[in-house]
């Protein structure tokens, strides 16, 4: 089955970058890469999505390894309201479309 | 908030008896999901629907069942609620691949059980 790995906890400062990783070793080559994030208190909402090629939106930026087995996403320049806990996930198209999650990253950022 | 609303937000009961939590949507879109989220697991796929009475099992699905009799609504039963089942489930929805190629969700605001 698909899986995703991703560190349980990163720090960063306001007005830094961050980047979260994630391993995804077995996608398939049809699969996209998904991240949400999720603010205390409230449901994941989605940042970002790619599939082979980097990705950018007014949120985050996303880097896809060339292999596809891992991914970064990237807050160019932190502020304290993107303290939350962020998912990477998989897409898998094949059959019904669903979304499988990895455990997520809680993200602290410090004044 | 996008038209998805979950009910109840939160509830307690008892080892043994039954449970339903009800996602409801006003957008229409063709998929539905549960998902429950605990410490240490992040989210983990329930159920899932695709359609009017086509539904399918997720990750995690013992212990649960499903029913969508129409598009709007997506109902997630605990015949017998145990406390492993204690935590916060999660509906989410999506119109499915749109022309961006990514099947994004809208989650719900969540509801919190807690078995005793």
């Known amino acids: 089955d698909a899986k995703t790995t991703q560190p349980n906890s990163m720090e960063s400062n306001e007005e830094e970058p961050v980047h979260l990783p994630c391993n995804h070793s077995t996608i398939s080559g049809t699969d996209y890469i998904h991240w949400y994030r999720q603010l205390p208190s409230q449901g994941p909402e989605y940042v970002i999505h790619g599939l082979t090629s980097n990705v950018n939106n007014r949120m985050a930026s996303l880097a896809i390894a060339e292999d596809r087995k891992s991914s970064t996403l990237i807050l160019h320049r932190a502020t304290l309201r993107d303290a939350a806990v962020y998912y990477c996930?998989?897409?898998?198209?094949?059959?019904?479309?669903?979304?499988?999650f990895g455990q997520g990253t809680r993200l602290t950022i410090n004044p | 908030d996008a038209g998805i609303t979950q009910s109840p937000r939160h509830k307690v009961t008892e080892t043994g008896t039954p449970v339903t939590l009800r996602c409801h949507q006003t957008?229409?879109?063709?998929?539905m999901y549960w998902y429950r989220q605990d410490p240490g697991h992040g989210l983990r796929l329930i159920h899932y629907?695709?359609?009017?009475?086509?539904?399918d099992k997720g990750e995690v699905s013992d212990g649960y069942s499903v029913s969508r009799s129409k598009t709007e609504d997506f109902l997630l039963t605990l015949e017998s609620a145990t406390s492993s089942q204690t935590s916060v489930y999660f509906c989410?929805?999506?119109?499915?691949?749109?022309?961006?190629?990514?099947?994004?969700?809208?989650f719900g605001a969540g509801s919190r059980l807690t078995v005793l």
């Open positions: 996930a998989h897409h898998i198209i094949q059959g019904a479309q669903k979304l499988v």
């Open positions: 989410a929805i999506s119109a499915g691949t749109g022309s961006s190629g990514a099947n994004v969700l809208t």
């Open positions: 957008e229409n879109h063709r998929y």
């Open positions: 629907s695709y359609g009017v009475k086509d539904t």
